[in-house]
């Protein structure tokens, strides 16, 4: 149950750290990134990112800790 809440804690961090970082990215582009890129794009780039954060991470640092301690073990 611990190592649940961790992997949640973390994965939380995690998302919102990115998407800060992607926006403050997005913010400080030049307007003739906006003018050549649509706005649909960049939010589907956001979204596909935070995805994979909340969807594949926790699976993958999941299964990398489980081989590690079989190793260990």
Same mark, same amino acid.
């Given at each position: +149950?611990? !190592?649940? #809440? @961790?992997? /949640?804690?973390?994965?939380?961090?995690?998302?919102?750290?990115?998407?800060?970082? +992607?926006? !403050?990215? #997005? @913010?400080? /582009?030049?307007?003739?990134?906006?003018?050549?890129?649509?706005?649909?794009?960049?939010?589907?780039?956001?979204?596909?990112?935070?995805?994979?954060?909340?969807?594949?991470?926790?699976?993958?640092?999941?299964?990398?800790?489980?081989?590690?301690?079989?190793?260990?073990?």
């Amino acid at each position: +149950m611990v !190592a649940t #809440i @961790l992997m /949640a804690i973390s994965t939380l961090k995690s998302a919102a750290f990115l998407h800060h970082r +992607m926006l !403050a990215r #997005i @913010l400080r /582009a030049p307007m003739s990134f906006f003018d050549t890129t649509p706005v649909g794009r960049i939010v589907n780039r956001f979204g596909m990112d935070i995805d994979t954060c909340d969807t594949t991470l926790p699976f993958i640092f999941r299964f990398w800790i489980n081989t590690f301690l079989q190793v260990v073990f």
